[in-house]
């Protein structure tokens, strides 16, 4: 599995959002729920907005040469258990199709943990979808384990 060696992590700019929104609908279940147009959704640009607004979030992606190969979404949550602890919660973890298997994911996961190291979490946290398996497998191998059972209530879209 070759890694990407001009692999450059950066937060997300507004005109990232067409790219990012491509790769979080480019498979059979993000193809589901997200809205690819030609223009941009307003509720896409809120979103974009709330999240570079908020220090908790850090909407972040990949790129080799300029071009956008992955993207994914870091949010720390202070609480009260672990005396106070804070978390981190990644989520919306896309590599670009082309870009698959070559060690990118890794990469990202890598990098996405010592962020959360670097702000002081002692505990990354991801859900994914039950049909994704080999997702799962790919998280198992970086060391997760499925320790809780989750439950979702959907609201609206």
């Given at each position: 599995?070759?890694?990407?060696?001009?692999?450059?992590?950066?937060?997300?700019?507004?005109?990232d959002l067409a790219e990012i929104i491509f790769m979080l609908a480019d498979d059979s279940i993000g193809a589901q729920r997200e809205a690819v147009t030609t223009e941009i959704s307003g509720k896409y640009i809120t979103a974009f907005e709330n999240i570079q607004a908020d220090p908790n979030q850090e909407l972040t992606v990949a790129e080799i040469d300029g071009e956008l190969v992955g993207t994914f979404q870091?949010?720390?949550?202070?609480?009260?258990?672990?005396?106070?602890?804070?978390?981190?919660?990644?989520e919306a973890v896309r590599t670009k199709s082309t870009y698959r298997n070559r060690g990118i994911g890794t990469k990202v996961f890598e990098?996405?943990?010592?962020?959360?190291k670097e702000k002081g979490c002692h505990l990354v946290q991801l859900t994914?979808?039950?049909?994704?398996?080999?997702?799962?497998?790919?998280?198992?191998?970086?060391?997760?384990?499925?320790?809780?059972?989750?439950?979702?209530l959907l609201l609206t879209i």
């Open positions: 599995m070759n890694t990407e060696p001009n692999l450059i992590f950066r937060l997300a700019k507004r005109e870091l949010t720390y949550i202070q609480y009260l258990n672990f005396q106070g602890g804070l978390r981190a919660q990644i990098y996405a943990i010592n962020r959360a994914s979808d039950k049909q994704r398996t080999s997702a799962i497998r790919f998280y198992e191998k970086l060391g997760f384990r499925p320790t809780h059972e989750g439950m979702k």
